[in-house]
Every structure is written in C-alpha cells, then in structure tokens.
C-alpha cells in the first residue's frame, strides 16, 4: 500500500538527499564507514545511535562545518535535489536552503529573541539620498519582528521577542534555535540533532507535532534522536548506525524502541533501580521562603527540607521552577530567603564559599556551563578541585607559587577513569572529542573530586543514549550509597526519577506542590504536576 500511495504522489518519491558510500576518520580512527541513506521531500528520516556512533559527524559533514575540511575531509558521494552536493562551508549550504539545529547552542546571548532569528536575514527598506547619490538600507524592525513573532507561533511559543538571549531558559533557547530556520522562506532540508534533548517531555511533544506538520507542507527533516519513542512516534523511516556503520533502516510501522535500543547498543541494557529504604528525616539543608529569580525557571518563596543521605527528586513541568535550586546556592542568580546548612544559617550565596562548605551543583547545560571543552580530561575532572580547594597544587609554602603535582594528578583521573569507565584515547584528549555520556562521566568526576557532602544535579541524562543514562543513574546510585552524598536530581525523566529516588518533590509555579514516594502512582504523579490535590486515589 504504502509503495502504491508513493507511485501516485511524485512529491513523496523524490529523494532531497542521497548519501551514498559516505566515509569518514579521525586520525585515522573510523568515524563513519560506508554509509548510505536519503531523505524524500515531505519525509521525517530518523537517525538513532549510541554515543560515538557518529550522527553528529554525519550532520558536519552534511552541513559544512568546517572541522570535516581541517580534519583531512570525507569519501563517498552527496546529492541534493539530484546534483552533486560539492559545498566548501556553511555559508553555501544555507544558500542552498538546507538549514541545521545543532547540540549545542549558537545564539548570540545578548542579542534579543527577534534579533537571533531574523540574523543575517534582516527584512530592510532601502533608501536613495537623491542630493549626493548613495543608496542605504535600514533595517525594518517591525517585519522582523512579525517575522519572529509568527516563526516562533508555529511552534505554539508565546514570548516577547524583545527578551535577550541572555535571560531565556534552556527550553525557551531551543525553541528559539528551531524557529529561525523555519523562519526560512527557502528552507527544504533541515537538519535536527537532538532537538529535544534540552526540552521537557510536554514540550518535546508539542514540537514533535510541529515538526509533522511541517514534513506534511514538503520539508524534508533529518531527526537525530536518543530518545526511542520519538523515533517511533514521528518518523516515516529510521537508520541505526553503530561504531559508525549502518546496522539497520527501518519503515514506518516496522520500527520499535525494542528493536532500535538492541541495535544500537548490540545488547540488552539493565535499567538502574535503586532499592527502597527508609530515611531519616534528619534535615542537612533547609530552605525557607527561598526565591531564586533564574528567567523562566523562578522560585518563589519555596519551603523544603533535604535529609541527611537521601536521593531527592525535583520534578515538574518547564518554568516551574525545578532547575533553580543549586544554581541560586551558588549565586548564579540573584536569591533570598532562609538557608540552613548543617544547622549553620548560610549568608551569602558565593560558589566558592559553597564549594568549601562541601555544596557542589552539576549544570543542566552541559556545553556551556559543565565542561572546558578545549581543554583535556584530565584538566576537566581536577579543575574545580585545585582552584577551590588546591588539592592538586605544590606552592612549598609559597602561595604565589602554583606547581601542579603532576604524579598526583594523573594517579587521581586515571582512578576516576577506570572507575566510570570514560571512553577516551588518553586523559589528555581534549573533552569536546567525547561523546556525551562520556562528558558527563567527566563532569561526575570532577564533582567528586571535591567529595561533595550536598550534591545538585540538574537534568544528568539529557542528550545521552540509552546505555549511557543507564550507566549515570547507577553511578548516583553509588555515589549516594557508598559515598553517603546526599543528591538532589532536577530532572524532566520522571520515570528515571522513580527508579532511583528516596522521595519526590513536584514543583508548582516556583513552589513544592507535594512531596510523593517515588511508588506513588501514575495518577498522583499527574495531578501533583498539573497542581491538583484530587481524590480519587489513596494518598
């Protein structure tokens, strides 16, 4: 039936992009081996692989970043609507209305939302001074910003466009990424590389629907995702690569999240599961009338206590709140209200007071706020441990003088690296070349290093696939256990929060709503994140 509906609509058969025997290295280490897929006009294609199996050299390639070129290039044949694909940058590759979403964002933060998505395509009205004969161009602010304002509707997102960057949530950031290439009057190709990572699951499944009505007016969509069901959900056809080879291509109505998790990890994964226990409600930390004002995530006026050994889960839906907490403990937003730390009422909210009081918080943005990309492993994981604390330093009593104990060093990362098990061709590989589930076993590390009594961790298995979320969990899971570090875990996973939890607070409009066992029920779950006590289940 389905090839019969294709035969009729020569739309639904033409091919936009055909990849064809596509090989890639580093260093002579395969990236990419043979691959070969295309994507039709009106058509969601799939991508799905484990961390390393090289989706996000796919998208370089296929957008010209220019890393591919200064890495000795590729082999193997490109075409876009039919022609040999032969671009030397991006620049080109835009023109020929192919357009990408990447991982990590590419927003000018002090730049305003309309600003972001009109740049480069600015709506402008020229003028002629007739007197001495030269023509100018102003830009015409209005349309750019109906422009931005009707780019960021299709996505069902109501926000001032006037807002800069700078004062956006995670979420929010996303949206506004995806609205400025469909903003494209030219746009045929676009190129998504985990688009939802970022996102909550409400709003990954709003932008699921737009991205299918968008496939339905012609556009042909490349859709990498480590997040199954959406494969499932969206796709018309799915590719899995492994260690960089095609595993496997399916259509639509054969693809399972079954089927695509056994091919792209080659075996089954055990999900993490903590055991139930039962926990003193002996507070290490409390929070009382506690406000942080993080645009789009502001709480307001919380009141919540944290037992000493716990594993406490923040759980709500985008903007309420949940991933504020650690981030106001160190004064990365303004806040006020009561915090009592091991019954020591806490003064001020300074990073690095914090740090030494044994407080640590690992970022939700992994790119821009967790790691030193152009810097080692080794450099990653100890770098909080000697500024702060020094614990890597040799000053022979002189505290202007700063050696680094290089034996100590690499004895302390080595150790962490074989216990997480981070995949590296040495500690001194620069962190940016990991994928990332290694990244964030390095940032783990690094948290560890400074033996944090008070751990916060914000979204830890956004953007990972599915063996590596399963590894980080189990890892928390340890830490707390063996390490007796008490966690908060902010995360938009409830289901991963269930499973490794001591207990769960849902966070409504910057406050605790309620505070449920992680066994509670599906319903209860529901009704807390929607702000409802309800009644017909058993409390």
Do not use: W
């Amino acid at each position: 039936m389905d090839s019969l509906f294709f035969l009729f609509t020569g739309a639904a058969m033409t091919n936009i992009l055909d990849i064809k025997n596509l090989n890639k290295s580093y260093n002579g280490i395969p990236a990419l081996k043979n691959v070969s897929l295309s994507v039709r006009a009106g058509e969601i294609h799939g991508i799905v692989g484990a961390n390393g199996s090289g989706k996000t050299t796919l998208m370089n390639i296929l957008f010209g970043n220019p890393v591919i070129r200064e890495t000795g290039g590729y082999q193997g044949e490109i075409y876009y609507e039919g022609v040999s694909l032969k671009t030397k940058n991006s620049t080109e590759i835009i023109g020929l209305g192919i357009g990408m979403v990447h991982q990590e964002f590419a927003l000018i933060p002090d730049m305003t939302i309309g600003e972001n998505i009109k740049l480069g395509r600015e709506e402008t009205n020229r003028f002629t001074d007739r007197l001495f004969g030269k023509k100018y161009s102003f830009v015409d602010r209005k349309k750019n910003d109906l422009n931005a304002e009707s780019a960021l509707k299709k996505l069902g997102v109501n926000v001032d466009i006037g807002v800069k960057i700078i004062n956006l949530s995670t979420n929010t950031r996303q949206f506004v990424e995806i609205a400025r290439e469909i903003a494209r009057a030219d746009l045929k190709l676009l190129l998504l590389d985990e688009p939802t990572a970022v996102l909550s699951r409400d709003d990954a499944s709003n932008l699921l629907e737009d991205l299918t009505e968008l496939s339905q007016g012609g556009l042909g969509i490349l859709f990498v995702s480590h997040r199954l069901e959406e494969i499932q959900q969206i796709c018309d056809r799915a590719t899995v690569l492994r260690e960089g080879e095609v595993i496997s291509q399916y259509g639509r109505g054969e693809v399972s999240t079954t089927k695509l998790a056994r091919d792209m990890i080659g075996h089954t994964v055990s999900k993490a599961m903590a055991k139930k226990r039962a926990i003193e409600p002996r507070p290490l930390v409390s929070f009382q009338q506690y406000s942080v004002e993080m645009p789009g995530e502001e709480i307001r006026g919380m009141d919540l206590d944290i037992f000493e050994g716990e594993i406490l889960g923040l759980a709500g839906l985008s903007g309420h709140g949940k991933s504020a907490l650690g981030y106001g403990i160190m004064g990365m937003y303004p806040a006020t209200g009561e915090v009592v730390y091991e019954n020591m009422k806490i003064d001020r909210m300074d990073a690095k007071a914090n740090i030494l009081k044994g407080m640590y918080v690992l970022p939700d943005d992994r790119q821009a706020l967790g790691i030193l990309p152009d810097h080692s492993l080794a450099e990653n994981i100890i770098f909080t441990g000697d500024q702060i604390k020094g614990l890597f330093s040799m000053n022979f009593g002189l505290p202007f003088l700063g050696f680094l104990d290089k034996r100590k060093v690499y004895d302390h990362v080595h150790q962490l690296v074989d216990d997480f098990e981070i995949r590296c061709t040495s500690v001194k590989q620069k962190i940016r070349e990991l994928s990332g589930g290694n990244q964030q076993k390095v940032c783990i590390a690094r948290a560890l290093t400074v033996n944090p009594r008070l751990l916060f961790v914000a979204e830890p298995t956004r953007g990972i696939d599915i063996s590596a979320k399963e590894k980080i969990l189990k890892m928390l899971i340890d830490i707390n256990r063996s390490r007796h570090t008490t966690i908060v875990i902010a995360s938009s996973e409830l289901d991963e929060l269930k499973r490794v939890c001591d207990r769960i607070a849902v966070m409504v409009e910057g406050r605790i709503f309620k505070v449920l066992q992680p066994d509670s029920s599906d319903v209860e779950f529901a009704l807390a994140l929607a702000g409802e006590e309800g009644t017909d289940y058993d409390a």
